[in-house]
């Protein structure tokens, strides 16, 4: 303890060390670090011996950011929604605005996806499986590709 008997390692009480920060959200620290170096996360308050100190605000905020990733929002989608929620002024019909739009990319990623699918099941089908130098699989790849480069 410091000498003013609330301290820890000169930290406040209650006050979260990064790894602690990264134990209790899951997130990795150089995740964390990279956050708070482009500024999703804010840098900390540091304590008089110059440690970082975070608390549940840093949590909360990571928890956030985390589920809007786990979700597939980007970075700058994330910023944006964050930018509004500490401005104060955001309000549903923006988020929703912006959530729509995330969620048209989603189904058309899906929609990609499927018609991939749709290809390789095909390619594999047709693919004998044997041990011989002839492949459908290798055959179809070689095809030019519609559109080209």
């Given amino acids: 303890m410091s000498g003013d008997g609330n301290a820890v390692n ?3 009480p209650g ?3 990064r790894v602690d920060l990264a134990r209790t959200t899951g997130c990795n620290l150089e ?8 500024g999703i996360m804010p840098d900390p308050p540091r304590s008089p011996k110059g440690y970082r100190c975070y608390d549940q605000r840093h949590v909360d905020r990571l928890n956030f950011v985390m589920r809007a990733r786990a979700l597939g929002f980007s970075l700058e989608e994330v910023r944006s929604m964050l930018t509004m ?3 104060g ?3 549903c019909a923006e988020v929703e605005a912006l959530a729509s739009g995330h969620l048209d990319a989603v189904r058309r990623r899906i929609a990609d ?3 991939i699918e749709a290809v390789l099941a095909d390619m594999v089908a047709n693919c004998t499986g044997r041990d011989v130098p002839e492949c459908a699989v290798i055959d179809a ?6 559109g080209g480069c």
Avoid: C, F, M
């Fill in 141 to 146: 790849l070689a095809a030019s590709a519609p």
């Fill in 85 to 87: 929620v500490d401005g």
């Fill in 31 to 38: 995740t964390i670090r990279y956050y708070e170096k482009v």
């Fill in 15 to 17: 006050a979260l060390r």
């Fill in 10 to 12: 000169g930290r406040r």
């Fill in 113 to 115: 996806l499927r018609r």
């Fill in 89 to 91: 002024a955001q309000t």
